[in-house]
């Protein structure tokens, strides 16, 4: 094993901004740390150019007038990670068995580098050893015959091209199965069922023009500076611009404080940092529902407060009480008073555009500020400070992550997002609209081309007639569905393009327990991760080309293509030699299998390996509307825009208008086991050192932690009132669902700024602790930002 963290950690408060010098320093480390310091600076300087690869990283972005270095720190970290020159080859594989390595950390696994050979288990000696392709992909399509086609799950990470989705649920649907889970499923479904819902849109409607023209951002559960921190630039171009940024968050999240740019010599040399967030409110977390029901109560009667004094009147108004307490109110009314406004709502936007206002706004109205309060740990006062700010904007941009799409209430804290932007028409004007953050870079674009679940949302009947099969009809698997039919046993096949399901989904030990058992587990991957060492009867990993790396086919060089954040689509050719001769592309290794397990049919796999351009043909074939012209566009500065109907006012819903949704509660209701007042509220994070289950290194830099992911963030008061101490080793034992004990042990306790009763650890050293069934009714998104637990000392010292 390499690289052990250090065996004392370091916990001490980062007093710098997001980016600076701490950022430069860290791409050098980063480079040198795979060994590619030389080729390292020549490769980036193509990271999400019109002409280069698009980063590997997040989905922020791509502008059309690209700055020089158009990277991040972590967009380096997520190069260097795939360029490594570090190989898990086969005489890795000879000297450890898979049990073995079964005891290795997530860190320790991937940090072996590249995969070099396609690998079959050997049950003989417990090893992964090479094996021909040809002789892998006649076993895997002979054992996926065997199976019907309802027990087989295809998975997708959201990394994998549109080129390559696109063939891989095609090939699914052809097998017949409508088993396509995928890691939307643990992110943004929320968004996918609930925005539809509400605006008729499954993603955001904001585009990076929204950014310059806005004149107020929301920004919501989402950690710039370490999820997405190219747009901490168009932040900085808003903040500059002196356009107020309000922000809820449960941490004081640094990439939303300040901001110095790594890449202006003038801010490193002179020190200059622009502060992010003008307005920076920390809400417990589930306490969002209950924040933006604040907000929005505080808008309507404010509203109200307007017409009752005969300001002016709109149908249907009558005289509703007027109780201006707090001072935050009463200058709320005077800002309003001085602006000369006739109405705080737009009520010809409500009127023309929406359903359900009247039944929201007394929901709205009937909420005590009390209650609104204690579940959101927010003052009244905040929440009519914030209203203010949203009412004397013109156009209001309101940006959000997964701190509210994974929660037990995700597709209501969708709906409020909707509700909040609704109020005052903030969708479909510029400088207004939603920007949902995605995760993967290219996890937006995989639904854009198949990859889902829901037959109804696949464009069978085109595959049908291109392709001359009968797809399936019936609803397939979402990621929590394939768990509960790997936990009975109906599922027997596990493919996989890409991702670290079993580190990812929540129940990991049960899950673990029962994935041998599965008959065949096929991994499609570029580096080795605990889904692999963990496996079926019949085991393969087989390695592919990452896209950074060149993708020589018959017809040459290829390139693929990604949709980003905000629905534009952009070409990437990679530029780094593969990291070895052996490996395939994605396409490639799709179309084999199809092949092996389909026989004839009526998809030109082959042409398609070939030459991508006639995949990016038949996907244009498929969805003439979105993909016009695919080919000819595909390398247009600033991608191919999406259509999207919201951002014109054209309600794709039931309606046909755009609907106000309300939830019918503040809270979830949870079934606690044991004495509810010792229950803190946890939420899992990403550290500063990760991408998602690939954990690069043990620094939480703008967290302050360093040398150790083997910890708990805790309020002061809480660490007291549990009898607790700060650096002292603790357990953390879920609360609810207690038919199954499920704990996580020896965390260190680290004092920190987050609001009392909540708690904050990290992801995936938790999931252990959450049950399978606690997710979101609707989306079954798992609710990895809200679980009720028991935080009690613990009889073993922190296992960093
Ligand atoms: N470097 C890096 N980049 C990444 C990833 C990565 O792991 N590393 N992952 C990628 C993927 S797949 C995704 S989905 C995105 C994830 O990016 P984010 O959406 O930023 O997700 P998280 O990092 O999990 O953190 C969410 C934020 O929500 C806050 N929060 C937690 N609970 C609550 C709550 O209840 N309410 C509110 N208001 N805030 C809350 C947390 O403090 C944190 O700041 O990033 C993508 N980009
Ligand atoms: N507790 C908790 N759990 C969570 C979350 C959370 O916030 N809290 N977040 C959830 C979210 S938002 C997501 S998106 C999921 C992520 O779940 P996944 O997408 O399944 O996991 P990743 O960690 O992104 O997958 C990493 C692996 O992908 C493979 N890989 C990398 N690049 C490529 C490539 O180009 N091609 C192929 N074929 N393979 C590649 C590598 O082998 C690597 O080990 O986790 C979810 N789980
Ligand atoms: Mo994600």
């Known amino acids: 094993m390499t690289a052990a963290p250090k065996t004392h950690p370091s916990i001490k408060p980062y007093d710098g901004p997001a980016g600076g010098w701490g950022s430069a320093k860290a791409v050098g480390e980063i480079l040198l740390r795979e060994h590619i310091p030389a080729a390292g600076p020549t490769l980036l300087a193509h990271q999400n150019k019109p002409d280069g690869y698009m980063c590997v990283s997040c989905a922020w972005a791509k502008p059309a007038k690209t700055r020089p270095l158009e990277f991040c720190e972590n967009g380096a970290k997520a190069t260097a990670w795939e360029v ?70 295809f998975y997708t990470s959201g990394r994998a091209s549109l080129e390559a989705s696109y063939m891989y649920q095609l090939f699914a649907r052809m097998f017949g199965s409508n088993n396509l889970p995928d890691s939307s499923n643990m992110c943004h479904e929320s968004t996918s069922v609930g925005l539809p819902e509400s605006i008729g849109a499954s993603v955001g409607t904001a585009i990076l023009s929204d950014f310059q023209n806005t004149s107020c951002i929301f ?88 017409h009752s004094s005969g300001a002016s009147k709109v149908a249907g108004d009558d005289d509703r009480p007027q109780d201006l307490s707090s001072a935050a109110e009463v200058a709320f009314a005077a800002s309003i008073a001085a602006a000369d406004k006739k109405h705080v709502l737009d009520h010809d936007f409500i009127r023309q ?72 028409g903030n969708i479909g004007k510029p400088g207004a609209n939603i920007c949902a953050v995605r995760g993967h870079s290219n996890v937006q674009g995989q639904r854009t081309v198949g990859i889902t679940e829901k037959p109804g949302l696949a464009p069978l009947d085109k595959l049908a007639e291109l392709y001359h099969f009968e797809p399936p009809r019936w609803t397939g698997r979402s990621t929590v569905e394939t768990c509960e039919a790997i936990l009975k046993g109906e599922a027997r096949g596990f493919i996989s393009l890409g991702g670290n399901f079993l580190r990812a989904i929540p129940e990991t030990e049960a899950m673990e327990a029962a994935w041998p ?160 007042r010792n229950v803190l509220h946890l939420s899992t994070l990403r550290s500063n050192d990760q991408f998602n289950t690939t954990i690069y290194g043990y620094s939480d830099r703008f967290r302050g932690v360093d040398g150790t992911r083997r910890i708990v963030f805790m309020n002061a008061e809480d660490i007291a009132r549990l009898g607790l101490a700060n650096g002292g080793s603790v357990d953390l034992r879920t609360a609810i669902d207690t038919s199954v004990s499920r704990q996580v042990s020896g965390l260190r306790v680290i004092e920190y700024n987050i609001p009392n009763g909540c708690c904050a650890a990290y992801y995936p050293e938790c999931n252990p602790l959450f049950p399978l069934g606690h997710h979101d009714a609707k989306s079954k998104t798992p609710s990895y930002k809200l679980l009720p637990v028991f935080v009690t000392r613990s009889e073993i010292a922190p296992t960093d």
Not at 400 to 419: C, F, K, L
């Open 219 to 306: 920004y919501i559960a989402q950690n710039v500076g370490t999820s997405s921190p190219r747009m901490l630039h168009d932040l900085q171009d808003a903040a500059d611009r002196g356009v107020p940024i309000v922000t809820f968050n449960l941490l004081r999240e640094r990439g939303l404080e300040r901001f110095k740019n790594p890449q202006a010599p003038g801010e490193m040399l002179t020190g200059k940092e622009t502060p992010i967030s003008s307005e920076y409110y920390q809400v417990k977390n589930g306490g969002d529902v209950a924040a933006l029901f604040g907000i929005c109560k505080a808008l309507i009667e404010a509203d109200d407060a307007l």
């Open 517 to 676: 058992k599965l008959r065949l587990t096929v991994q499609i991957a570029t580096k080795l991760n605990r889904s692999h060492v963990i496996h079926g009867e019949i085991a393969y990993v087989l390695p592919c080309l990452g896209r950074i790396e060149i993708d020589q086919q018959e017809s040459g060089a290829q390139a693929v293509s990604i949709e980003s954040s905000i629905a534009h689509f952009h070409g990437s050719r990679g530029r780094a030699t593969p990291a070895s001769q052996e490996i395939r592309s994605e396409p490639a290794i799709i179309a084999e299998m199809a092949k092996a397990t389909l026989g004839a049919s009526d998809v030109p796999w082959d042409r398609w390996v070939a030459d991508y351009s006639e995949i990016r043909n038949a996907i244009e074939r498929t969805y003439p509307e979105t993909f016009k012209n695919f080919n000819e566009r595909l390398f247009q500065p600033g991608g191919i825009p999406r259509p999207l109907p919201a951002r014109e006012r054209k309600w794709v819903t039931k309606t046909g208008k755009a609907n106000f949704i309300t939830p019918e509660r503040l809270f979830p209701q949870f079934d606690i086991q044991g004495d509810a």
């Open 84 to 153: 490594t020159h570090r190989k898990a080859d086969p005489s890795f594989f000879a000297k450890h068995t898979l049990s073995e390595l079964e005891a290795w950390r997530d860190h320790d696994l991937e940090e072996q580098g590249r995969l070099t050979h396609p690998m079959r288990w050997n049950p003989a000696n417990d090893r992964y050893e090479p094996v021909d392709w040809t002789a892998a992909f006649e076993e895997i399509g002979k054992e996926l015959r065997l199976l019907s086609p309802r027990q087989v799950d």
């Open 353 to 424: 555009h929406t359903t359900g206002f009247e039944e929201f706004a007394a929901a709205a109205r009937a909420y005590e500020w009390g209650e609104l309060e204690r579940v959101s740990g927010l003052t009244r006062a905040q929440m009519s400070q914030a209203a203010q700010t949203y009412a004397n904007a013109q156009t209001v941009l309101i940006i959000y992550g997964m701190g509210v799409t994974q929660q037990v209430m995700g597709v209501d804290n969708v709906h409020m997002i909707a509700n909040l932007a609704l109020l005052r």
